[in-house]
Structures are given as structure tokens and as C-alpha cells.
DNA sequence: TTGGCACGTAAGCAATCACTTACGTATATT
DNA sequence: AATATACGTAAGTGATTGCTTACGTGCCAA
């Protein structure tokens, strides 16, 4: 059975502290118990259960039981809500995702060079 | 004179605040002083001040003093940590990202270089 | 059943947060 | 000079955070 959260926090205060995006990180490469993940603290195992039960309001994970265990699952989509936050700022420091942008409107499909840098100012 | 910060706060814990944002997202349309961005918050303006202080601290806003007022200026490229770190989770959810990527290793059949970023692990 | 393992939760605590009001300082206006 | 404006800072306060240790529950194994 799959638990969600019931509540629901914020999403930035959930990535606002640095031990809670790490264990995003460990769980974007596996699903991973509370022991695999506490085992990349030095905090006390306890204290990654709150920081996970945080992640799980947020609905940024979700839980699974197996046998024992608890296994947190990450759930990327809800990290939409800071993409777009951030998307309105795109335009001051990327050119290349304008571009791409505009690669894609287009869709005429003849430029073929899309792979251009440019940090132009 | 432009003032930038002395301190080095976290971006992440500046923009968990929705107040913060609003500022951010208020000064990505124009600087603006601190009683004209007050204007738009119910909390006093000493509160606004405090804000100001932390977005200062991170890096994401300068001041500049004309007068008596004090102008703060978006620093928009301080936000590409937060954005190098969402950059990882983009393949989950970002399906035109993902055929971007598809699209730059289908096509890398010469030397050039790849702007699509690596997602090793 | 008995014991151990995995985990969540409760309680307690120091530190920090987010606000308020009061006040100080520099600049502009008259 | 006297006053008003724009702002930062200090001090105080209640709420929240982030941790700890202690303990309870559910599952598995001998």
C-alpha cells in the first residue's frame, strides 16, 4: 500500500533545508529505507524520520512497507511548483533555454543547431 | 554605491519564504524602495525591511541609495543553484527536455560539443 | 513464544523565525 | 533651523525548527 500525505506543507520549506535535498537526491537514484538513508547522515536515525515525514507532507515522496521496512519513493512532480516559480526567471539568465524555446515554436525543423552556447549579456 | 552582501546565507531558505518571493517576483518588474514594495504586504514595514535584509544576505538583491530612498535590484543569476539543483530532476517530468536530449545524442554523430547537460547518475 | 530489528512518535530543549513597537539616523523640504 | 520622510536597527515575544533520548508498535526469525 502506498501512502501519500495527508497534509500539505510547502514545498520550498520542505527543499529549504539541505539534509532534506540530499535524501532527494540519494532517492532520485533508488528507492531507499530509512536505515539505507540514514546511513548518509550523522544525524540519529529518528531525526531523518522527521525530516522524511516533512518530504512525505509535501507530497515529494510517498511511502511503501515492505515487511519491515519503509520504503520512500520520490515523486519528482511535485517539484513543479518551483519550476514555474522559477521559470519566470529563466529569461534573465539562460539563453540557451530561450532559444530552445524558440527552437520548439517554431518547429520548422530546418535550423539545425540548437547546440549553441552563449552567455551574452 | 552599490551594496551588495557581507554574509552568505542559503538561497534555499531565502525563497522558502512566500513573502520573499512576492518581493522577488515584485522586483523582477522594476526596482522598487522598500515602502513602495511594503505597498503590497500587510505585515509593517520594519517586517518588509527584515526580508529585504535576508534576500540581501543571500545575493539575490542589491540596494542602491538615491536620497533618502533605498532602490533593491533583482540579482537574478544568484538563483542558479536552485536551479542547477531542480536541473537534476528535469528528466522525470520535463518531456520536451528529455526529447531535447534524445534529439542532441541522436544528432552528436560529430565532435561537438554536448549542450545538453550530462545526467549521470 | 521469545527476542531482535525497522520504524514512528512523544517529550524535552536550545536555537531560530517572523513578527511587533520603539527608536535612531540620514536626507529632503520649508 | 525645524520638521517630515525613508529607512535600518534594537528589543521583546510567541511560534516553529531541528535535534536529542526514550519508548511503543509491527514484523520476522529461531
Not at 61 to 86: C, K, M, N
Not at 94 to 105: F, K, P, S, T, V
Amino acid at each position: 500500500m502506498v501512502v501519500t500525505s495527508n497534509r500539505e506543507p510547502d514545498v520550498f520549506t520542505a527543499i529549504s533545508h539541505p539534509a532534506r535535498r540530499h535524501m532527494l537526491d540519494l532517492l532520485a537514484e533508488t528507492d531507499r529505507s530509512v536505515s539505507a538513508l540514514a546511513g548518509h547522515f550523522r544525524m540519529s536515525r529518528p531525526a531523518v524520520s522527521q525530516h522524511l515525514r516533512i518530504l512525505l507532507d509535501s507530497g515529494l515522496v510517498t511511502e511503501q512497507r515492505h515487511g519491515r521496512e519503509r520504503r520512500y519513493h520520490l515523486v519528482p512532480q511535485q517539484l513543479a511548483s518551483v519550476r514555474d516559480w522559477l521559470a519566470r526567471y529563466e529569461r534573465f539568465w539562460d539563453d540557451r533555454l530561450r532559444r530552445l524555446q524558440a527552437h520548439l515554436i517554431a518547429t520548422k525543423s530546418n535550423k539545425q543547431k540548437p547546440c549553441a552556447k552563449s552567455n551574452h549579456e
